[in-house]
C-alpha cells in the first residue's frame, strides 16, 4: 500500500526489484515496533522471572485492552487529519450514566447497550456540531471534553457509584478458559474489523483520501463531511464500549474516571506510525504500538518502577518514536 | 559567445556557468548556462521538465548546485540562503504568490528583512514610509498598511514585486507571472517591466505563453532537458524556431479538432445563479459538442462550474439532464448522473499527491469497482493499467506517487480518473494551464478524442487561442453575467476579448491591440 509510512524516502521503495522490495520490508515502522516489542519483553524476562507466565502475560492485557479499544478509532480519526480530545470525557459520562442506570435496576446487557448508546450519541455531537459549523475537530472537542466530564461531576460531585448487578463484574474481570480475558478477547475482534475495515474496504481508501487532501477527495465524489461525522460517532461507541468495560473492572464509577487518557491514546497511534496530520499509517502499526505501550508499562511495574517514571520514559519513547524517522531521512539526504 | 556589438561591451550581471544539479539518479540541470544584463529581459523558455525552476531555485539560494559557478558582476559567489540572494541583489516573483494573507502590505514587503530602530524595536513608522514610497514608484494605488487578504490577485503581485524591490535588487525573476493575471493585468505588468528595465536592473522572465514573450523580452534563453540549447536575441528569432529550440522538433501549435456531428442536448442550464458569484446563466450543451467557456480571472466561470458539479448551492435556475431535472446536491450526485469537472487546481483539487497512480485513477469509480464495500484489487489493476495506456502515463509503475509525475502527467492521471467513470459530460477546467507546448497538443488531440467517441466537453480556458482552436461555440463570462455568446463561425478575437472586459464601444481598437499575436 502506498499509504504505509515508511521510515526511507519512498523512492527507495518504489523501485520494483525483488530484492528491494524485501529491503523495503525492513525499513517499514511496523519492523522497527516488532523489534522495539521484542526487546521490552527481552528485558522484562531478564528483569522479573514472573514475566513469560502466560496468565500473567494475559492478565496484564488487561490493563490496557480499554485504552486499546479507543486506539483503533482514534488511529481513524488521526489519519482523516482530525482528533477527538473528548474521549476520556466521554468515558466518564457513560460510566457516570452505567452507576446510575445500575441504581435504577438494569440487568447488565442493558447497562451495556446503554453505555454503548450514551457513547454513541456523544460522538454525535462532536461531529455534528464540527461537520454542521465547520469547526476543527481539536476546538469542538477540548470544548466538550470539559462539557462531557462536567456533567459527571454534577451528577457525582465527590460521590461515586459502586452497585451494580452481580454478574456485571464477570464483564470486566471475566476470563474465557480461565485465561483469556474478555476484555482482551473483545479487543482482538475489534482490531480485526477495524483493519479490514481501513485496508480492505471503499471507505478505508476515502479516508486515507481525505486525510491527504480533503479538497481532492471531495472533489473525487467522496462524501467527506459524512465520513467524518460517522468517525467522530464510531469514536464516541467505542468509547463507551470501554466505559462499561472500564467500570466492570474497577467496581466504581467516579467522575475522574480515565483522567488523561486522550493523551495516552493519541500518543499511542502516532508511535503506531499515523501521521498526526493525517494521511497515513496502518492498523497493524497502531495494534503494535498497543503492545508495545502495554509490556512496557507492565515491565516497569514488574520492577516496580514509579508511575511518574514510567510517564517519563512512555514521554521520551514517543518523542523518540516521533524524531527518528525525520532524522534518518535528514541523515540519508545527500 | 555573443555575437552582437550591443551586447558585447557588457558583462552580465548574473551568470550561470556549467551549472549541475542532480536529484537521486535525476538531472534536473546538466551543465547550463545563463547570462542576465543590466536593464534587459531575458526569456527563459523550456518545457516543463526543462530545468527553469531548479534554475531559479538555484540563483534565489535555495538549492546549491553540484557544479558550475554563479558569477555576479564577474565574481563568483556562493549562494546558500534566500538571504544571501538578497544580500546579493537577487529577488524571484513566484508564479504562486507566496505571501502572508493576514499581514499588511508593508509587512509582506519586508518579511525576512524588516528593520529595526537603535534598541531592537521594530521600525514600523520607518517600514511603512518606504513601503508607500515603493508602491509609490511603481504607481500603483495600494497602501501600505492594507491588509492582503483584501487585495486582488493582482495586486498581490504588485506587493511581491514591490517586495522584490524593497531588497534594492540588481536581478529581479519573474516565474510565470502572469499566469493568474487578466489581459489588462498584463499590460500594467508590462509597464512596471519596462520601468525596471529603464532602472537598470536585470529582469529574467518566465513564461509558457510566447505572445508575452516576443512583447516584453529583449533576449532568451532556452532549456531543454536540463541542459543549455541556445540563447540570442528575440529580434532575430520567430515563433517556430523558438518552438524548435524547446522541443528538439519543429511542432506547430495546432488545434487538431475534428469535425463532428453534433446531437441533441445533454445538458441545459436555466437562469442559474446563487446570488453572488454568477446570475441568469442559460445555456445549452449538445452531444459531440465542446462549449467554450472564456472570461478573465474572477469573471465567474470556474464557479459557475463548481456549482454545475455541487461544491456549491445554488439559489435559483434549474439544470436538466436529458431533459429531466437533475440532483446536484454532491458531486456524488453529479458523477452518478454522467458529469465530472477536471478542477483548475490540479494539485490541491484534482490529484492526492501522496498516493499512488493507482490508487487515484481508480478513486472516482472506487465503488463501482467494490464488491459490496471490499476493495477489488484486481478490477483495480486492469482498470488503472487500461487508462495508464489510454493515455500514455509515463511512469515506473503505477505503485508510484502521483507527486513524482511531471505537470504533464498529473494531468493525465485527473483526466483518466475521470473517464474511468465512463461519463458523458466532461468539464475541463484551464486543462492546459502550466503545462509545456508537448503535454499541451496531447490534451488537445485527447479533447478531440472524446467529442469523436460522442462525449460532450465544457472548456474553461482563460487562452483565447486554445478556446478559439477547440470549441464549436464559445460563451463569453463577464461579472458573473453571460456577455455574449459566439458560434465557431463568427469567432473572432477582437469580439471576444471585447465580451469579456465589458468594453463593447471601444473593443475594436483594444482587442485588436492585445491580442494580434495569440490570435494569428
Known sequence: MSSLPRLFPASDATKGTEKMRIMAVFKRWEFIL??????ICVFNSFASPYFLDLHNLFD?????????????????????????????????????????????????????????????LAGMVN?????????????????????????????????????????????????????????????????????????????GRSIFAMGNNPQAAMYSGIKVDTIRFWLFTVNGMMAGLAAVLFTSRIGATRPNMALGWELEVVATVVLGGVAITGGSGTMPGVILSVFVFGMLTFGLGLVNVPGIIMTIITGCMLIGAIATPIIVRKLSRP | MIMNTADQDKNPVLALQGIKKHFGGVKALDGVTLNLYAGQVVALVGENGAGKSTAVKIMTGIFRPDAGTILINGEAVSLHSTQDAWKNGVTAVHQETVMFDDLSVAENIFMGHLENRRGGLLDWAGMNRRAAQILLELESDIRADMLLNNLSVAQKHMVEIARALSHDSKVVIMDEPTAALSQQEIQELYKIIRRLQAAGKAILYISHKFDEIF?????????????????????????????????????????????????????????????????????????????????????GRTELMEALFGLKPVTHGAILRNGTPMAHGSP?????????????????????????????????????????????????????????????????????KVSDLSGGNQQKVVIGKWLATRPDIIVLDEPTKGIDVGSKSAVHAFIGDLVKQGLSVIMVSSELPEVMGMADRIIVMHQGRIARSFDRATFSAEAIVAAATGLFARSSQEGAHAQTSSAA
Not at chain 2, 523580452?217 to 515563433?239: K, M, P, Q, S
Not at chain 2, 441533441?264 to 459538442?289: A, C, M, Y
Open chain 1, 127 to 203: 461531529g455534528g456540531i464540527i461537520v454542521r459549523f465547520q469547526v476543527p475537530a481539536i476546538v469542538v472537542t477540548i470544548g466538550t471534553m470539559s462539557l462531557f466530564r462536567g456533567i459527571s461531576y454534577i451528577i457525582l460531585g465527590d460521590q461515586a457509584f459502586s452497585s451494580f448487578p452481580d454478574d456485571f463484574s464477570d464483564l470486566g474481570q471475566g476470563y474465557l478458559g480461565g485465561m483469556i480475558p474478555y476484555e482482551f478477547i473483545v479487543y482482538l475482534v475489534l482490531a480485526v474489523v477495524f483493519a479490514v475495515f481501513l485496508h480492505r474496504t471503499t471507505y
Open chain 1, 60 to 120: 496484564s492485557t488487561q490493563s490496557f485492552s480499554e485504552k486499546a479499544i479507543l486506539v483503533l478509532s482514534m488511529a481513524l480519526i488521526i489519519i482523516i487529519g482530525d482528533i477527538d480530545l473528548s474521549v476520556a470525557s466521554i468515558i466518564a459520562l457513560c460510566g457516570t450514566a452505567v452507576g446510575w442506570l445500575a441504581t435504577q435496576g438494569m440487568t447488565t446487557p442493558q447497562l451495556v447497550v446503554a453505555s454503548v448508546i450514551v457513547g454513541t
Open chain 2, 215 to 299: 512583447a516584453i523580452a529583449d533576449r532568451y534563453t532556452v532549456f531543454r532537458d536540463g541542459c543549455f540549447v541556445g540563447e540570442g536575441r528575440i529580434a532575430d528569432v520567430n515563433e517556430d524556431e523558438l518552438v524548435r529550440l524547446m522541443v528538439g522538433r519543429s511542432v506547430r501549435q495546432l488545434f487538431p479538432k475534428p469535425t463532428v456531428t453534433i446531437g441533441g442536448p445533454v445538458l441545459e442550464v436555466q437562469g442559474l445563479g446563487n446570488d453572488r458569484e454568477f446570475e441568469d446563466i442559460s445555456f445549452t450543451l449538445h452531444k459531440g459538442e465542446v462549449l467554450g467557456f472564456y472570461g478573465l480571472v474572477g469573471a
Open chain 2, 332 to 400: 456524488r450526485a453529479v458523477i452518478d448522473q454522467g458529469i465530472v469537472y477536471v478542477p483548475e487546481d490540479r494539485q490541491h483539487s484534482g490529484v492526492i499527491l501522496p498516493m499512488s497512480i493507482r490508487n487515484n485513477l481508480t478513486l472516482p469509480s472506487i465503488r463501482a469497482l467494490a464488491t459490496g464495500i471490499f476493495l477489488n484489487n484486481a478490477k483495480e489493476k486492469a482498470l488503472s493499467q487500461q487508462f495508464r495506456e489510454r493515455l500514455s502515463i509515463k511512469c515506473a509503475n503505477l505503485d508510484q
Open chain 1, 34 to 39: 516488532v523489534l522495539i516489542l521484542a526487546a
